[in-house]
Nanobody
Framework: QVQLVESGGGLVQAGGSLRLSCAAS????????VGWFRQAPGKEREFVAA????????YYTDSKKGRFTISRDNAKNTVYLEMNNLKPEDTAVYYC???????????????????WGQGTQVTVSS
């Protein structure tokens, strides 16, 4: 069992930045893939980015490249999602999730993730 705790969400004006954190309680992310997803009201859950903990390799949807950066801190056992130049359409609940073993090369498949955090709200005002 992996418990994930997200933090860092909040209210920000358009053009601003936020950094979300995802920490795993009781164990490390070693050997896992960690992804960030988001879900806006009335919309399907959407993949944002993922990172392979062991190698640090990162994966993004094309629309997120450049504004969003996923990273990890081995010492703190934490994955971050740095979000810059935020837009109102980025408003959503952001979730981190863990894929405990390699299932496919498509990190956007949310059904391949085994554990999910409770989510953190990000609201971008215009």
């Amino acid at each position: 069992q992996v418990q994930l705790v997200e933090s860092g969400g909040g209210l920000v004006q358009a053009g601003g930045s936020l950094r979300l954190s995802c920490a795993a309680s009781e164990r490390t992310f070693s050997g896992y893939h960690v992804g960030w997803f988001r879900q806006a009201p009335g919309k399907e859950r959407e993949f944002v980015a993922a990172i392979t903990w062991s190698s640090g390799s990162t994966y993004y949807t094309d629309s997120k490249k450049g504004r969003f950066t996923i990273s990890r801190d081995n010492a703190k056992n934490t994955v971050y999602l740095e979000m810059n130049n935020l837009k109102p359409e980025d408003t959503a609940v952001y979730y981190c999730a863990v894929r405990t073993y390699y299932k496919s090369s498509n990190f956007a498949n949310d059904y391949e993730y085994d554990y999910w955090g409770q989510g953190t709200q990000v609201t971008v005002s215009s």
